[in-house]
């Protein structure tokens, strides 16, 4: 089978997104964790009639332009209910799409934490349960059996709201072979997704033996800009730390444990296969400051009359404005909408001392994101420095 060819080829062209798994009548591919902590299929060919549908639905082996849909607007958006947006990441859209979902009888799928707060993807079909899917977390994802329960939805007739990474989104299109009226995509610019593996030991790391109650990747009492990782345990303790100082963020923020793909990812671009794209308005400041009270704006992208639709329903209650003029600002302050993570070469050697277990998650992440203060003023430098020359002669004084 082709997905084997590319995954033995080279690990960074599987994206875990398991459409293969999904979509194999024989259930005869079977999960396997690296030693990174990330999943890819392995097939079992005394099983195997040759079908075909693991590559068909294989997002990696899909010709990505043939499906894209055409940017049409861009739009600065804020929910009208604070308390809501208080407890979403960004402007609190995904809660409206998600709320004009149900409300019509629909079932929502996104990114929840399940109870070994592992990051899996799950459904609700009531707004009480929609709580679940608020907030990034940032961990890959597990996606289950989800699309094959999101197209059991579909045929019923329900409309159908998925959410997720721009991969995983393509994975459920290919996986479904064909469009659905009633379907509504909702993809996430998209940094890259964490290990697993790093994860699981770092919230041990973090508990310390105590029972966790609940776990927020994006508090925002001192700022949407400034948010803090939150831990909360049953005994009534707390761990709170702004996003440049814990760990776990700094790991992720300079690449340390992103999955391969995430460095060489094919599913960027202002034109996406989904109907709607969510993203944090960084930048606002500089590109519309009426519209940052620092609780957070999102960045709307709509691609399909679909999506436009939804979004057309719930204007009442969000704050808007048009960006459309400004889309070459919006990518200058989120790189992640056009571009990959920059692979971090120490990721290798963390991995192994990860792996040998002699010492705990929290020091390797910290030897690890550690940048001495030459370099981190010449990264700096770089940067800003318009001509190589100018940056060699920086470099030389600073080493000196
Ligand atoms: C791993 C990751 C990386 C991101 N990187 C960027 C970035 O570089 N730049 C940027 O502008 N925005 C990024 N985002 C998106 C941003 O953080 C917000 O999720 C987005 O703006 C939606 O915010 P909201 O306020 O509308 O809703 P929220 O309630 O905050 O978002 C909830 C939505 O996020 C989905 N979600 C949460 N965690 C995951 C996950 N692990 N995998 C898949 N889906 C998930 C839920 O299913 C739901 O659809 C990233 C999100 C994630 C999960
Ligand atoms: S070819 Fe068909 S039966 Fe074989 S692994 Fe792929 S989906 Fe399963
Ligand atoms: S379908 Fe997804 S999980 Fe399967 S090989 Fe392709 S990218 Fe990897
Ligand atoms: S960066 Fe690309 S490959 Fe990685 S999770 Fe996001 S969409 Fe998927």
Redesign the pocket.
Known sequence: MEIEKLIYKEKQNCTGCIACVNSCPKKCISIKTDREGFWYPLINHEICIQCGNCDYSCPMLSDLDNFKNECNDIYAAINKDNNI?QS????????LLAENILDSGGIVF??MFNDKWE?VHGYAENIDQLCR?????????YIGETYQLAEKNLKLGRKVLF???PC?IVGLKRYLRKEYEKLIT?D??????PSPLVWQKYITFCSNGRKIYNIIFRNKKISWERYLIEFDFENSSTYQMPFDKDLYLKGFLSNLYLRPSCYSCRFKGVDRESDIT???F?GIDEILPDMNDHK?T??VLLHTKKGDKIFSEIQNKIRVKKMNLYLNKIIEY?S?IIESAIYNPKKEKFFKELNNGKLSVNILIDKYTKTNINKRIYQNMRRKAASIKILKKIYRKILK
């Open positions: 947006r979403s990441s960004s402007g609190g859209m995904f809660q996104g990114a990051v899917f608020r907030g990034s977390k940032y961990v890959q994802s959410s997720g990474t995983q909702v996430l610019v998209c940094h890259g997704v969510l993203a944090d960084w957070g999102s960045l989120n992640s």
